[in-house]
């Protein structure tokens, strides 16, 4: 049996399932998958993913998308220590309540924050609205989802913590203090990162996080990125 994970681990979303793959010893083969070139995606992949879209799984005949899923199902198919996603009714549906929520708020914001700031000739004003957006949703994990607990869910780490780490990591990489006057944030980093392993985050974190020194790429660029116009708000930007 050969698992063949599609990724680019320039995603917060594929970076969590390489991260969960190789921490749970999974046996899987990673098909790298470059969409930020602004060329045709391959039509062996398209194949696979109609929607062009990473990251993507197939084991054996099984095709499945959507990075939730994917992890749902790898939690499942390998039966991962039970905190990453609960069997018990209540905690199962504190993960899910995280993860339903990320998409529109922390995924999306931090997301923006990165594409905006590596863009060409975004305006400052809209630059000033994303970082706000992403403050709110930072101050959301906390008195919201973490308050006072360890981890996102409870005692702890779940899958809530890994998605929600990626996330922030894209930020970070956009060269955005999340952590300014926010201690209880590196303190939550610090945590899941030891459990995660550091030699494996510096592993996975590395390219995205050289992206604080490269220059700004174009707006043509940036229309060929697997990225909503709306969250970058793309009709803002002039062309070159």
């Known amino acids: 049996m050969v698992l063949n994970l599609y990724l680019n681990l320039f995603s917060s979303s594929c970076r969590s399932l390489y ?3 190789k921490l749970h ?9 470059d969409l930020m070139k602004g060329q045709r995606a391959p039509e062996k992949f398209v194949q696979i993913s109609p929607l062009k879209k990473v990251p993507v799984m197939k084991d054996e005949d099984f095709v499945l998308g959507e990075s ?11 039966k991962t220590p ?37 863009g060409h000739h975004v305006p400052h004003e809209k630059l000033e609205e994303a970082m706000t957006e992403l403050s709110h949703s930072l101050d959301l994990l906390k008195n919201k989802f973490l308050k006072d607990k360890p981890f ?18 894209q930020a970070i990489s956009a060269d ?26 510096d592993e996975v974190h ?22 909503m116009k709306s969250e970058l708000l ?3 930007i002039s062309t070159t």
């Not at 708020?105 to 931090?110: A, D």
């Not at 869910?153 to 990591?169: C, F, K």
């Not at 201690?183 to 392993?197: A, D, M, T, Y």
């Open 152 to 169: 996102l869910t409870g005692d702890r780490i779940s899958l809530a913590d890994l998605m929600a780490l990626e996330d922030m990591v």
């Open 82 to 118: 039970d905190h990453w996603y609960p069997d018990d009714a209540e905690g199962c549906a504190l993960v899910d309540e995280y993860l339903a929520w990320q998409h529109l708020n922390m995924k999306k914001h931090c997301k923006k924050v990165l594409w905006m700031k590596v």
């Open 25 to 33: 010893v999974i046996s899987f083969e990673m098909i790298p998958v």
């Open 176 to 201: 955005y203090n999340v952590f300014e006057n926010r201690p209880w944030l590196r303190e939550w980093q610090e945590k899941v990162e030891s459990i995660l392993g550091q030699e494996l985050c």
């Open 234 to 236: 793309i009709t803002t």
């Open 206 to 227: 590395g390219p995205i996080l050289k992206l604080k020194e490269a220059p700004a790429i174009s707006s043509e660029m940036l229309t060929k990125f697997d990225v």
């Open 19 to 21: 991260i969960f793959a």
């Open 68 to 78: 939730v899923a994917i992890m749902l199902y790898l939690c499942r198919r390998f």
